[in-house]
């Protein structure tokens, strides 16, 4: 009978052991917000995702998201992310939703997959779903279809669907995530069909497969490699396993990668890269060497006696830099004191312990002030003499009158000169010549010399006036669409992006 009672004690023991291990392991949370509660039809909704990374370290995520309002909405199909190391951030999708209708909508949850740091498994957290309440303005919303958005694996992808169609936009790149936001367009004037659109998932999918199947390739070189084999066995003789890996391939054979490994509270890596299957550059780095390199450094005795000298003169250290190298690593130590004045001691340590190079920057003193005195007596001497020996001297010169240029006329004569070229068969000269027009007024408005086509959008935006901020955005945004090659100018677009301008310059 007590052999009975001490297993049944034995096994609660374990299972509270269990619970509070599982309960005091840290985990990534996230909850959805929008940033505008009060919303009426034709108003553009924002939503945001908010983070708490308890783990003080950058993490990266995949998020999968979907919020629709109505026939309006973005679908986040894939997104790749990497959380910095804050304990509490905000990520915002720049794709406001516009209200198209009244009602009560209910958004779906956001699900964020992520490697564990402390445990290294793989682990899924959702948010909340939201609801929000649109109700009717004096607009009514304008359809703006269902975004989709796939951003991972190095594949790229956008498209726009509507109720009679859809429109689509598409960039598929290896090793870089670009995406191409398509201008607005009505449900009338969308001709891709549903085959298009299949079409273009299939190619996507293709491109993601080879991407995958090109990371493989280039995984199996890299773990093939004599050196990285060499390091990664010296890790795993002290105790460490490998938690994670990111490889960002440019081809099979070439790329960069960041081998993670942990041991309890230490950890390590081995980074490099790849080119042609050359590893031109590989590196093994540890909590535990760089501790000990710092202790070799600290233990020297000049490194002492310059510590002591800076100390004396009121220096506090603020910073331990070592740059660790397969024979030989560099350090920097930065100081400072109260009156910001900053003093370093650098130089290179072996990996024996040996300290090499080692030496003490301060700053300049400033010249004594019975100095200055000196240096300015005679200049000053010198300035009174030309000043009376030549009495009244020579007439200050006549600072010229800065010629006035009305920006309102400069602009709206190029947009006239945009419209000849256009006529005259000059047609992507008349998008640059009209987006110039605009700039030219901006800058003249708000004082600034040179202006990039976002900047002129954000700075209008500020001003809370919708209708001005969206003559901008498409005015410039028709204008942007001739830098694409595979775009045709042609008349209806340009006679919308010269009208947008001529309202935003009068």
Known sequence: MLKKRLNVLFICVCLLLLFSMTASARQLSVKKVVQNTDV????????????????????PVTIQDNNVLGNNGLDIQCYE????????????????????????????????????????????????????????????????????????????????????????????????????????QQPDNVQQTASDMQNLKDEMNRQQQDYKNMQDELKRRIENNSDFKRMREELEKQGYSQQQEDIKSESNDSGTFDYRFGKGNESANITGRMNASRMEAISKESSEDIKK?????????????????????????????IDTKSNISSFDYSFNDSQGRIASISGNVTHEGTIKDISLKEPQEPLPYWMMIFLV????????????????????????????????????????AAVRMFNGGMQKEAYSEASCAVKIYFKGTLGINELTSEEIVNT???????????????????????????????????????EYARRVII
Do not use: W
Not at 297 to 319: F, H, P, V
Not at 468 to 489: I, N, T
């Open 460 to 498: 209008v935006r500020e001003s809370n006036n919708r209708a001005r901020v969206e003559d901008v955005k498409q005015c410039l945004m028709l204008c942007d669409l001739v830098k694409f090659a595979r775009y045709e100018p042609n008349p209806d677009d340009f006679n919308r992006a010269v």
């Open 377 to 416: 007596l005679p200049l000053l001497g010198v300035y009174l003499y030309k000043k009376y020996r030549t009495g009244a001297g020579i007439p200050p010169a006549q600072t010229p009158v800065p010629v006035k240029t009305d920006h309102r006329e400069e602009a709206l004569a190029r947009l006239e």
């Open 81 to 184: 992310y990497t959380l910095p190391d804050k304990p509490v951030m905000t990520l915002s999708y720049d794709f406001p939703i516009q209200a198209f209708s009244s009602g009560d909508f209910t958004l779906d949850t956001a699900s964020v997959t992520y490697t564990n740091p402390d445990t290294g498994s793989q682990e899924t957290i959702q948010s909340q779903p939201l609801q929000i309440t649109i109700k009717q303005g004096t607009s009514s919303g304008q359809q703006q279809g269902i975004t989709s958005i796939y951003k991972c694996k190095g594949v790229s992808m956008q498209s726009t669907s509507y109720s009679s169609g859809s429109s689509t936009s598409i960039s598929i790149n290896s090793g870089q995530h670009q995406v191409n936001t398509p201008p607005p």
């Open 293 to 321: 390199l710092q202790q070799y450094i600290e233990r020297n005795a000049t490194y002492q006696q310059m510590n002591k000298t800076l100390s004396d003169k009121g220096y506090n250290l603020t910073d331990k830099k």
């Open 40 to 59: 009426k039809t034709g108003d553009s909704v924002s939503i945001a995702l908010e983070f708490e990374n308890p783990f003080k370290t950058s993490i």
